[in-house]
């Protein structure tokens, strides 16, 4: 029978990845505050929320809990 050997991500893996995470959430309050004062950035606001999106699903793919 095969040996299942599953890849556990490191501590500074996790923390890499919760940095990047909240440095979108910043990149996404920047944005609807530049929304609020009538300079919308439609192409950024999308490619952020992409950005979040990918962040996430690989977090949920290997397993690292981010603080939401």
Sequence with gaps: MARKIEYQAKPEAVQDFQAV???????????????????????????????????????LAFKIKLEL
């Design 21 to 59: 995470y909240d440095g979108l959430l910043m990149s996404k309050d920047m944005l609807a505050k530049f929304r609020e004062a009538g300079e919308p950035r439609p192409d950024g606001e999308a490619k952020n929320n992409a950005a979040i999106d990918r962040v996430v699903r690989w977090c």
